[in-house]
Structure formats: structure tokens, C-alpha cells
């Protein structure tokens, strides 16, 4: 029984460590993006206990009720609802400036041809911008109203850029002022249907794991290191991903009272890459607030990053309470990017 207690406490510590501001606490701020792996064992220790000594399966129990709020952002379940007429389609999509394609030898007209299928009224898509190809003027083509703003500081080597593509005019932009190298948010005032909408499209910061980084973390996963190399390589990922959550953190808290100051005079839309798990101080920091599209009216996991060992939501939308979503998914065909994207629709209560 001490074994289920200790495991209860640690999985609900992992199910709030998204409350744990991410500076000076390394190893919790990492901890969240373990939570399956703890739910999936206390689930297994409750049902254990059912089979066995049905009397002491309180505490695994217990430990499962004060984790729903958790367990419902990380794997909501909604059962699939058909959008109402009049509502806003939006997709946001990292589209990875266009260079990872295997199946299309042109990845800009693969994913402006499933843009042009998606029929979407607002596009906002991260690391939109290419050195060979010229996305602007091929969006150009699909909707009436198109920018693209640069958030990479002049002179690094790392470029990004923010998207948006729409069948709304667009009033005026505003950057969202944090520190980063190549990494940004920015808002977008659109009129859609005579209301001004803020639309907030982000790329928080990267974790900026190297390719051997990640191999060395599918390595351990797979089994291939010795105890050795494998506690080397955890103390290696936690501190650098830690480093990375905290920043995060800081950008997050900046994105939340600039959507703060202005969601009382307009209505809001919040979208991007926040290259952070569900339960994560970043997510939960713009969640405030908000609506979560996905949890509201997701189903499953929905995971959005595809990567080899690295599965996980780490692509957002968020509303105001102005709308109302249907219908958030993922869309895992899409595997043009090393991103899925992410598609709703809101209706805007009257």
C-alpha cells in the first residue's frame, strides 16, 4: 500500500506541476509531459486493487478524481458535434518554413493546395517563410488579405515568421513585445462582419534540441543506452528543457496580459506553436481566461507534433468567451511539416 501512495502523490504532483513557475525548479517543470505514463499506471494499480483487495482501492481512486481536471486537458472526450451555420473556420499550422516534405517535391503547393481544400476564413500559420520559395504571393492567390511579419531578431542565423491568410480585411498588427532571437507573437485586428477580432498568432520558444539531441532521447526510449548514459542523458534533456520552459514561461505571461488588456474591448482569438505539452506552466498561463478549443470540443490526445520519440499537443487555439467552439481536431493526415495542423470553428455568440 506505502508503493500506491507514494505513486498517488507523485501522479497528482505531476497532474498540477503546470502551476510550478518553470525558473529555479528544473526537474517539475519537466514533469507534466510524463502524466500519461503516471495515469496510465494508476490506472492499472486501481483496477490491480479492484482484483485483489477491492477495499484499498480508494487511494488509487481518489488519486484518479482530484487528477480529472488534468486528465481532461490532456485526453479530452467530446463526443463530435456538427458546426452551426455562419461559423469561423480557422486553421493554424507550423508548416516548418516549408522544408520538411517526403511525399511532394514542392512543399509550398502541397500545403497551399490543402489550405485551398480546407476552405478556412482565417490561416494562421508559424515559421511561414521560405529562402526558396515565395509563400506571400502564392497565399495571394487563395485570399484576399495576406501578411507575414519577421519575429527573428536582425542578424540571426535562425529566421521565422508569423502568418496570416484570411477572407478578412485586416485593420492593423501589433508585435508582442518579449525577448527572443527567432521566435514572436503577433496580433492581427480583423473586421469580420462589422466587429474588430484580435486575432494572436504565436510561436513561443523552440526547445532547440539538436537532431542528435533527439536521437539520443529515441536511443533511451528504445532501450539502446546502459543505466550510465541513460541518467547522463536525462540530467542533459531535463536541464535543457527546463532552460527552454523557463523562457517560455516569461513569453507566456506576456501573451496573457496583452490578451488580457484587450479581450474586454475586442473579441479573441488565440492560436499557435507554444512548443509546450498540455499540462505546462506556458499553456495554462494564455489558457487564463480563455476557452480551450481542443479540450472543449477535442477528442483524444491530439497529438500535433510528429516527430520520432516526440509526440505531444504543443499546438494550441484558444477564444474568448465572444465564441463558441465546434469541433477542434487535429489533422494527423496532413504530414507535410513536422507539425499537424490544428482546426476549428468558432461561432460568435450574439
Not at 108 to 114: G, T
Not at 192 to 214: C, F, K, P, Y
Amino acid at each position: 500500500m506505502g508503493a500506491t501512495a507514494m505513486l498517488a502523490a507523485l501522479t497528482v504532483l505531476v497532474a498540477y506541476s503546470d502551476h510550478i513557475y518553470p525558473e529555479g525548479h528544473t526537474f517539475l517543470a519537466c514533469v507534466g509531459m510524463a502524466y500519461p505514463f503516471f495515469l496510465a499506471a494508476m490506472v492499472i494499480v486501481l483496477l490491480t486493487w479492484v482484483l485483489v483487495s477491492w477495499k484499498r482501492a480508494w487511494l488509487p481512486l481518489l488519486a484518479l478524481i482530484i487528477t480529472i481536471p488534468a486528465t481532461r486537458v490532456y485526453i479530452p472526450l467530446h463526443f463530435k458535434s456538427t458546426p452551426p451555420e455562419g461559423c469561423i473556420k480557422i486553421v493554424s499550422y507550423n508548416v516548418c518554413g516549408y522544408g520538411i516534405n517526403a511525399h511532394h517535391p514542392d512543399p509550398l503547393d502541397a500545403i497551399s493546395r490543402y489550405l485551398d481544400r480546407q476552405q478556412a476564413d482565417i490561416v494562421c500559420l508559424q515559421e511561414d517563410m521560405s529562402t526558396k520559395f515565395k509563400p506571400v504571393e502564392r497565399y495571394d492567390s487563395l485570399f484576399p488579405y495576406n501578411d507575414t511579419v519577421h519575429v527573428n531578431k536582425p542578424g540571426t542565423i535562425m529566421i521565422n515568421a508569423l502568418g496570416i491568410h484570411t477572407r478578412y480585411p485586416i485593420l492593423r498588427k501589433e508585435r508582442i513585445s518579449y525577448e527572443s532571437n527567432a521566435n514572436g507573437s503577433v496580433a492581427w485586428f480583423l473586421l469580420i462582419d462589422g466587429d474588430t477580432v484580435a486575432v494572436v498568432n504565436n510561436h513561443l520558444e523552440s526547445t532547440h534540441l539538436s537532431s542528435g539531441d533527439r536521437q539520443r532521447y529515441t536511443d533511451m526510449l528504445d532501450g539502446a543506452l546502459d543505466s550510465t548514459d541513460v541518467q547522463t542523458e536525462t540530467r542533459f534533456l531535463v536541464g535543457k528543457l527546463a532552460t527552454y520552459m523557463a523562457k517560455r514561461a516569461v513569453q507566456a505571461e506576456t501573451v496573457s496580459n496583452y490578451v488580457d488588456s484587450i479581450k474586454q474591448l475586442y473579441p479573441v482569438i488565440v492560436c499557435g506553436d507554444f512548443n509546450d505539452t498540455p499540462i505546462s506552466y506556458a499553456r495554462r498561463t494564455i489558457a487564463k481566461g480563455l476557452t480551450d478549443c481542443y479540450v472543449e470540443t477535442g477528442n483524444g490526445p491530439g497529438i500535433s507534433f510528429n516527430m520520432r520519440g516526440f509526440k505531444f499537443r504543443i499546438d494550441q487555439m484558444m477564444c474568448s468567451d465572444h465564441f463558441e467552439p465546434y469541433s477542434c481536431y487535429i489533422d494527423d493526415k496532413m504530414e507535410d511539416s513536422d507539425h499537424y495542423p490544428v482546426v476549428c470553428w468558432l461561432e460568435k455568440k450574439r
